[in-house]
């Protein structure tokens, strides 16, 4: 079962909640920045962050059933949606940005979360799963969102997307210190030392990726596939994708 939309909205209204809008934005405003001109789609409990897309063309939140929906104080032609998370309504190749948090974890299929999210992908568009880490402390506080369903590792969400067709190109982590109120205060201390000497003590794993190949998608979901140059964040330090600029490069493989 999900949290629901009244959990989530408290949480991120909290002190600790805050934190975490500031650091995980701060990654996501160095993958896409405003995304300008982009059509944008969140999914899961996205609304603390798709604000900081200004540039963008269009905002779309999508918010899982079993989750519940809120009101998004947006304008122009951003929305809100209650949808089912195995059959997202919005046509193929909708989106060129795609986010998921706080969607895996609880999803009961989030492989197929993940395909309905690259169906709806541009084909040169850019998707990032931000999920709560395997190894984290936050995974194990019940306390917040992240202490709840399904963790991953970098390898987990790594299979997931290639098994979606995706190519990981980028990767970062966030929430170093631990889910602890006396030692909240020391959080970008904890990001800066943790990123170097403790990576998997990180309570978030954002992983983005791109299509290895595009193609028209047919109503059936197969795709005649073709080649197609994509970009990512920074690169991630021990794959094959070549150097761009955006998340971490100083991290060891899994």
Request: hydrophobic content about 45%; overall charge positive.
């Amino acid at each position: 079962m999900r949290r629901a939309i009244e959990d989530l909205r408290t949480f991120y209204g909290e002190p600790t909640g805050a934190l975490v809008r500031r650091l995980l934005a701060k990654r996501l405003d160095d993958a896409w920045g405003e995304a300008i001109g982009c059509d944008v789609l969140g999914i899961g409990y996205a609304t603390p962050w798709l604000d900081a897309f200004v540039g963008a063309r269009r905002v779309i939140a999508a918010m899982p059933s079993g989750q519940g929906v809120e009101l998004w104080p947006a304008a122009g032609r951003n929305r809100t949606l209650l949808v089912d998370d195995r059959r997202l309504p919005f046509a193929a190749g909708s989106f060129d940005r795609v986010l998921l948090v706080h969607a895996l974890e609880e999803a009961d299929d989030p492989a197929l979360l993940l395909s309905e999210a690259v169906r709806a992908l541009a084909p040169t568009g850019r998707i990032i799963l931000a999920a709560a880490a395997r190894g984290g402390l936050w995974a194990r506080a019940e306390a917040t969102p992240f202490g709840h369903g399904r963790p991953f590792t970098r390898g987990q969400l790594e299979r997931l997307v290639r098994a979606a067709g995706l190519e990981p190109t980028a990767w970062s982590q966030t929430l170093y210190v631990p889910p602890w109120p006396p030692l909240l205060g020391l959080a970008d201390g904890f990001e800066q030392v943790g990123r170097r000497i403790a990576p998997g003590f990180a309570g978030v794993i954002l992983l983005e990726a791109t299509r290895q190949a595009y193609a028209r998608i047919r109503p059936t979901g197969v795709a005649q596939r073709v080649r197609a140059e994509a970009r990512g964040l920074q690169p991630q330090s021990a794959t094959r994708v070549p150097t761009a600029t955006g998340l971490d490069t100083d991290r060891e493989p899994l």
